[in-house]
């Protein structure tokens, strides 16, 4: 088993190393502060979605076969969840995918320096894509399918991303609106 712990030190080695590099070129402190958030983000998805790896039938996902670890039917996991499931598992399975993926639709835009729709929203659909194939991939490789490549993880993080997408525009909107206003006073 390949354990969280080196997702955390990947994470962490390459946010030393970016911190040094944007010190020694003594860039923006601020744009180096939004994005080692970011990587830091990244390095939480990375350890919670893809971590740990199994790399043996008999450690995790013996049985599993290619074929039930692709789900490409759209709300067939989700509706049942909301159907009959309790509310842990509401909160577990939707609620927490829906959030997982927020930080992304505020903090891309501001990293890109650009909000129009069409720049950022496909980022927001690749990026829970990438998520997802790099589930599948790891599986392959690994030849042990204990999480599963599911459309419905899609949807959900998509629409997290969404969500924090429109939260980066009202607040954008709102501090323009307020910096205009206080520079005319």
């Known amino acids: 088993m390949i354990s969280r712990v080196y997702a955390y030190i990947a994470g962490t080695l390459l946010l030393v190393v970016f911190v040094a590099f944007r010190i020694v ?97 496909p980022f927001m659909i690749i990026f829970p894509l990438l998520i997802e194939g790099m589930q599948l991939l790891l599986g392959m490789i690994a030849g042990t399918y204990y999480r599963m490549c599911d459309i419905d993880d899609v949807i959900l993080n998509t629409l997290g991303a969404a969500v924090g997408y429109i939260i980066y525009i009202v607040f954008s909107f709102i501090c323009s609106g307020y910096y205009s206003s206080s520079e005319k006073s």
């Open 25 to 121: 070129k003594h860039k923006d402190i601020n744009r180096t502060v939004l994005i080692s958030c970011f990587i830091l983000y990244l390095t939480a998805i990375a350890a919670i979605t893809l971590f740990p790896i199994y790399y043996s039938h008999s450690m995790y996902g013996a049985g599993k076969t290619l074929k039930n670890a692709v789900q490409l039917k759209p709300f067939r996991t989700i509706s049942p969840i909301l159907k009959y499931g309790s509310n842990k598992l509401i909160t577990e399975q939707i609620f927490c995918n829906v959030i997982m993926t927020l930080p992304f639709g505020i903090m891309f835009p501001m990293i890109l320096k650009r909000r129009k729709p069409y720049i950022c929203l």
